[in-house]
């Protein structure tokens, strides 16, 4: 049972680029969201989706976006990354305990 | 809109001893009350939650937590800690509407030997 997955586990990015962080679970859960963490901010939404096809904004959703094509892939796109996107990446997926969480995606834009 | 307050940035404790982390919360409706724990490159691990019921909500690791609807409040404790406690622990509240859910700023738990 791998729960959430996410990949990569680190990645640098130039200003300006742009990339995807990937997330899956295996649970079958329709509730899934992106979490970022900043030190002292604990952790801030960024996207969430109710299922598939359905997605919509958090807290904090300007300078990403979101899909979800499928129960199982919630992918979060950064469009153009600057260096206040630096942090952590969390991805979630709801289910009866909760928020079952991947292991992180730690992001530095220089 | 709902939000959560974790007054203590750190919270240090001896071995042995009890540990209480606090969290007090805001939101409309009734509180669906959650604790995970954070360890050090990891992410977050589900502890225990309070819906309804018991006020005294009994979770892993020997942890339990006290819902306190006057004061708002669902304060974490441990009657004895364990070195191995050492962790950042994050409370979060949601309504009753499905699944957003909102994150205190994060206690630095430290249990010294």
Known sequence: NAGVTQTPKFQVLKTGQSMTLQCAQDMNHEYMSWYRQDPGMGLRLIHYSVGAGITDQGEVPNGYNVSRSTTEDFPLRLLSAAPSQTSVYFCASWGTYGYTFGSGTRLTVV | ?113
């Open chain 2, 1 to 113: 809109a709902q939000s959560v307050a974790q007054p203590e940035d750190q919270v240090n404790v001896a071995e042995g001893n009890p540990l209480t982390v606090k969290c007090t919360y805001s939101v409309s409706g009734n509180p669906y009350l959650f604790w995970y724990v954070q360890y050090p490159n990891r992410g977050l691990q589900f502890l225990l939650k309070y819906i309804t019921g018991d006020n005294l909500v009994k979770g892993s690791y020997g942890f339990e937590a006290e819902f306190n609807k006057s004061q708002t409040s669902f304060h974490l404790k441990k009657p004895s800690a364990l070195v191995s406690d050492s962790a950042l622990y994050f409370c979060a509240v949601r309504s009753t509407s499905y699944g957003k859910l909102t994150f205190g700023q994060g206690t630095i738990l430290t249990v010294h030997p």
